[in-house]
């Protein structure tokens, strides 16, 4: 069959400002009084000003890629957190330019990158269903031919007339699918979507996407979960740093990518209990410098088991001080579930006074419910008020070792559960 | 349909988003109307008084100016009363303002669209023009409530008033893309906007007549593109009594056109940046 998209030496540059703090977008105050200043020092002949232009840093999230697909191949896109996955989606769905190569797209593109996208939480349900199949690319005609469908698949024929700002996150989440799911285009892009609603519900939308694979339709699927890639998908391809550095049937990518996270793993037998290291960290940014591990009395421990108590003492860096922000520590398994959330907001009363620089916490956790097995352990720096993640990163592998905390001889493992907890049983 | 749609090939390279733009434009037109119908839908769900909020602003600004330059400072209305006369100039004015508001900060509303699906962006001050139009057919009906609480009668030339409605049309739109682009790249721009309306109300012929401009700087006002666009309405609705400067109104045209095709390059330049920067 032929090709229907054709990928060459794709590329997409950002310039990130150091100095306006992040912001891509600049304030007109500024520009008028560096125009004064700049005005100012040539009148007077004093060139003290140094030029900020030169603090802009290039950075690629996409680079040189390539590659083919062909009609009803479903291709999953597997990497780590900012690895490209999102660029390359926001090109193939024509919502922002590439800075290098080019891509040939034959036929209809319809991309889910979000779950109601355009949803108005004034209008009722049938409203909004007119108003996301439009965003989506459906025409009138199409989705009046398809309404009854979209509602059966929501089951929320009742709430068809309330506004959607009383529906649950449950209602909600499963009419915005509903209506994506009865898309037909050629190519469906779709962004990790599903990461939302209830297992149920989950089941049945990928039922559903899987069925669009075999009518003949082109899947692109980006997900965490590695369950739902292998289920769904047929070829992978593995981006890591902006390139795309393996590609071929999808069991082998997820492979390669799990293989690419232990690679990560540093045995915490070297000293102070050091499970990861950053050494390329930026100062002007958000980044991880170190996490350790350690025991209550804060000396360094190799391994943790089953129901330890213990530290993660983190370091990281901030470009600026701030009480607003909010640190969390999140343990998941390789299929992306995940399992445990150590944050400070809304969890904790602790308040995260950022200073400029490196900074030092603690996070204790009391008798650790997972069983043995090896999790991937993540990072995050979010706004406490709006929860905007500033950094998430997925740091190493970290290993839980057996402990027989049932005394009967046979350590729970994360292959038959997915956490422990004290229990008994009696009869009554 | 289907077969059709099959054979398109989409090539994305850069600086190729302007390719097919207007056949994309045309293309989603369904998504226009769509996004138009759901603002003008939240505008009169959302506010507890809903259309009597249309219909009172213009109405009590129409009674300040009355009695501030009618009856304070009785300044000439031509014969017409003098409330007729300054509802006729609230019309095109408040379209204008109105659309210039909403549009400057369409975009950044509407960020969550941009950065998620493509479409012409266009679109979107567009609808918040449309938005403006509705509120302008509601204040068109208070109008002629005013006209037969007086007992004004119009005469044919009333049919021509289409003609200048585009051209305020032109006038908002244009400078609503100027306002919508640079509101992205400047994000302190809204509070620039604002004040901008503000102070071309009162520099507009809105609550007094051209004619009390001195005849030698009478050309230099036409300059406002508004003014043009205000002494055609009044021209149209009032008749013979304000008659056009028909130099003047050539030149207000000449720069609705160069705000409008200035403002539609402008928007079109920085087009392709805004799902990056917004």
Known sequence: MSSVITVENLGKKYLLKHQSGQQPYVALRDVLSEGVRTLGSRLFGRSTLVSRSDEQEEFWALRDVSFEVKQGDRVGIIGRNGAGKSTLLKILSRITEPTTGSVRIKGRVASLLEVGTGFHPELTGRENIYLNGAILGMSRAEIKKKFDEIVDFAEIEKFLDTPVKRYSSGMYVRLAFAVAAHLEPEILVVDEVLAVGDVQFQKKCLGRMEEVGREGRTVFFVSHNMDSIKFLCTSGMLLNGGQNIYSGNINEVVGKYESLLTANIIIATNKDGVIYQNDSVNASEFDIIEVAVRDRKDNPIAIVRTFDSFKFRIKFNSPVASESKSAALFLCTFNGSPLLRLAMHPYSSFKLKCNKGVNEFVCTVEKIPLPAGTYLLIFGICESQTGEWLIEKDLCSFEISTSDIYNCGRPPTSKLSAAVSDFYWESV | ?278
Not at chain 2, 232 to 242: E, H, I, K, P, T
Request: glycine residues 6%; proline residues 5%; hydrophobic residues 55%.
């Open chain 2, 1 to 278: 349909m289907g077969d059709m749609e099959q054979q398109v090939e989409i090539v994305i390279k850069p600086g190729m988003g302007a390719l097919h733009y207007w056949r994309d434009l045309w293309r989603y037109r369904e998504l226009f109307f769509f996004l138009a119908w759901r603002d003008i839908l939240v505008r009169y769900k959302q506010t507890a008084i809903g259309i009597a909020w249309g219909v009172l602003r213009p109405l009590l600004t129409m009674i300040v100016f009355t009695v501030v330059f009618g009856k304070l400072a009785k300044l000439p209305s031509n014969g017409v009363p003098y409330a007729i006369m300054v509802f006729t100039a609230m019309l095109p004015w408040q379209f204008f303002a109105n659309s210039l508001t909403e549009s400057s900060n369409s975009l950044i509303d509407n960020a969550n669209l941009l950065t998620k699906v493509y479409f012409p962006r266009l679109i979107v001050p567009a609808g918040s023009v449309i938005v403006g139009l509705v509120d302008f057919f509601i204040s068109l009906v208070i109008l002629f409530a005013i006209m037969a609480w007086y007992r004004f009668v119009p005469d044919i030339r009333m049919l021509l008033l289409p003609l200048f409605l585009s051209l305020a049309f032109m006038a908002s739109f244009g400078a609503g893309l100027w306002l919508s682009a640079l509101n992205v790249k400047y994000r302190d721009f809204r509070y620039v906007v604002p004040f901008l309306v503000q102070f071309g109300l009162y520099i507009s012929p809105v609550g007094f007549s051209t004619a009390i401009v001195p005849e030698k700087w009478r050309m230099l006002y036409f300059l406002n593109p508004m003014v043009g666009v205000i002494d055609g309405f009044r021209w149209a609705v009032l008749g013979d009594a304000f008659p056009v400067n028909w130099p003047g109104f050539s030149l207000s045209c000449l720069l609705v056109l160069v705000v409008f095709v200035g403002g539609l390059l402008y928007f079109r330049r920085m087009e392709r940046s805004f799902a990056d920067v917004v």
